[in-house]
């Protein structure tokens, strides 16, 4: 009888662990289409001074498309919970088309946005819930680190817009060169690009284009030191096991 209890518990134990594992192979195949279908439709912008026409009523159709694209974000909240690097890795790059080089390292918990749209280069590493919101792209060398929760986004709403909407502005892509440092905490606005080897302190928000080896820190962030240029090291893709 003890045993049975044991062979149960480890049973329930084992199903905690991994029913993420299961949800994400279970959904493979409809998160594939779907995957498929957001990385083709282009994003529609109204011109700055245009009022946004009024929308018709939803259609069951329009119903059944907005669940569809609820259910892929949701889809990959649950893949950044599973707790195997190999099984995260292949679902970024053969689901959701995200562009991942070899030995870059993507940690648990963190929310990935038009993975289509994003780009990461050879030994980087992005750290434990981080944000990257690849809705106008996010291009990140080789060799950098963004540390724990990192928030990059693309897009953001135009206060002085009547309506409010996000496609008033003009939007670059966020791009990080290599070898660069992005402390815990930090944020990395729309349109900004970050020089080779350049390191973002902890806690700062990063508004304006960084040069390369530049030190910046600070919310705005602003420049406050230099690093070293002759940068030699490689990170090989190495990471904690499960997270």
Request: hydrophobic letters at 40%; glycine letters at 8%.
């Amino acid at each position: 009888m003890e045993k049975i209890v044991i062979i149960i518990l480890v049973l329930v134990c084992l199903g905690v662990l991994f029913r993420n594992v299961s949800f994400t192979l279970f959904y493979m195949p409809l998160a594939k289409v779907l995957f498929g279908m957001k990385a083709k439709i282009s994003r529609k912008n109204e011109a700055k001074s245009s009022e946004p026409a009024e929308k018709p009523a939803p259609s069951l159709k329009h119903r059944i498309k907005g669940l569809l694209s609820s259910f892929a974000d949701y889809y990959l909240y649950r893949v950044s919970l599973t707790p195997s690097h190999h099984l995260r890795n292949f679902v970024y790059r053969h689901i959701c088309e995200m562009k991942l080089a070899q030995n870059a390292v993507i940690y648990y918990g963190t929310e990935v946005r038009n993975p289509a749209n994003i780009t990461i280069g050879k030994g980087s590493v992005v750290g434990d819930q981080s944000i990257l919101d690849g809705r106008n792209g996010i291009s990140i060398g080789e060799n950098v680190v963004l540390s724990t929760n990192v928030k990059i986004w693309t897009e953001q709403h135009d206060h002085r817009d009547p309506w409010f909407r996000c496609d008033t502005q003009e939007h670059n892509p966020v791009t990080i060169g290599n070898r660069a440092w992005i402390g815990p905490h930090s944020i990395i606005l729309h349109s900004v690009n970050i020089g080779e080897g350049a390191v973002v302190a902890a806690g700062s928000v990063v508004t304006h284009d960084v040069p390369p080896f530049t030190i910046v820190g600070g919310v705005p962030a602003q420049k406050i030191g230099e690093r070293n240029r002759d940068l030699r090291y490689t990170l090989t893709g190495e990471h904690r096991s499960f997270l």
